[in-house]
């Protein structure tokens, strides 16, 4: 259910953000930061990783994701000499003790304000921020984050573009059609293929903002699936990483324009290893398609940096029905934690 209910949360939460437009105009743009720096754990660090290139592309900020723990630990590392760092803290529940753990110590070193993207307003996060951006509509019952996955990054990337002048103002109402259109036409598809038990394990591929868009993949299959999963930047595969391949390795590759050149060989070196190909992406050429086992094509409505907001949905159904067919619950997986405390922690 909620995986279906993406299209529903998405235009929620952009109607409750076309309200307060003005208002969080005015409030920490991008711009004004020496950087932009996002932070979280699992799911909520993918999102962030995808939303970095969002942000620096739309706002010409340095921005870049870590993982909280990252910033616990090693705080000095992420932090410019000097100007302000602005820190976006995602975390769905508002209380991964990583997460409010970094953001404290952040503030302690000098970094500048704390928005928070998250989905419930009364938990810690939202207590230490400056500024709460709280999407109600991605709460959910399940241990494993879809649909919030989906909201908490059409937000920030509402938010960047906004800062930006708001020049793609017009692609936000596309997305949750191009999601509900997607569901009708591919959910059968995601279980067909989930059904083929000659799969033993998951390769996602991407560059730029879809690499995390591959990690929070891998995420998915092995949290709902506990399916062997990895993720790699698409060429990155080549150096090695490759001698994984084998007969029973389905690899999902989210191709880019600006890396297609190069994506006939690499595919043709993964059939040589009898691994099979599903291909994601818009206008995919002819000589490509004819490489590749199986593919989705968009058509391309939606500006290919914001893809990764209603791609996810078809790797959600993947892991859904891995999970199910094997008999697995994908919403309450076996030792995953909807929250995850640090021993002693007092966050
Ligand atoms: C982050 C997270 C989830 C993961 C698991 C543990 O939670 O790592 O992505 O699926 O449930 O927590 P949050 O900080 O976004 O609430």
């Not at 998405?10 to 105009?25: K, P, V, Y």
């Not at 995808?50 to 910033?71: D, F, T, Y």
């Not at 070196?269 to 004819?290: M, T």
Request: with cysteine.
């Amino acid at each position: 259910q909620e995986i279906q209910d993406q299209p529903r949360a998405c235009r929620a939460a952009l109607q409750r953000l076309d309200g307060q437009r003005e208002q969080l105009a005015r409030r920490y743009p991008f711009h004004r930061y020496e950087q932009v720096l996002l932070t979280g754990c699992g799911s909520s660090l993918n999102l962030g990783m995808i939303a970095q290139h969002m942000i620096a592309k739309l706002n010409g900020v340095s921005c870049r994701a870590v993982p909280a723990s990252e910033l616990l630990l090693y705080p000095r590392t992420y932090l410019p000499g000097r100007g302000k760092t602005l820190v976006l803290a995602i975390s769905r529940t508002g209380e991964t003790s990583e997460t409010l753990l970094a953001v404290r110590k952040l503030k302690r070193q000098g970094a500048g304000e704390l928005i928070a993207f998250t989905c419930y307003d009364d938990k810690a996060l939202v207590r230490l921020a400056d500024l709460s951006l709280v999407f109600s509509e991605g709460e959910e019952h399940s241990v494993v984050m879809t649909k919030a996955f989906t909201v908490l990054l059409l937000g920030i990337a509402y938010l960047a573009d906004l800062h930006a002048g708001g020049a793609n103002a017009s692609q936000w109402t596309k997305i949750p059609a191009v999601i509900e259109e997607s569901l009708r036409q591919n959910g059968e598809r995601m279980r067909r293929l989930a059904q083929d038990d000659s799969l033993t394990q998951f390769i996602f591929l991407g560059t730029g903002p879809r690499y995390g868009l591959a990690r929070e993949s891998m995420l998915k299959i092995q949290e709902m699936a506990a399916d062997r999963a990895e993720a790699h930047q698409t060429l990155e595969f080549r150096h090695g990483h490759k001698a994984i391949l084998n007969h029973k390795t389905l690899v999902v590759i989210f191709s880019s324009k600006a890396e297609r050149s190069y994506l006939n060989r690499l595919s043709q070196e993964i059939k040589q290893a009898g691994a099979r190909i599903l291909l994601l992406g818009s206008s995919l050429p002819d000589d490509l398609l004819s490489v590749v086992d199986d593919s989705v094509t968009f058509g391309g409505r939606v500006k290919e940096l914001f893809g990764p907001i209603y791609l996810i949905h078809l790797m959600q159904l993947l892991a859904f029905w891995r999970a199910i067919l094997a008999g697995r619950n994908p919403d309450q997986p076996e030792l995953i934690n909807r929250v995850v405390t640090l021993p002693g922690d007092h966050a």
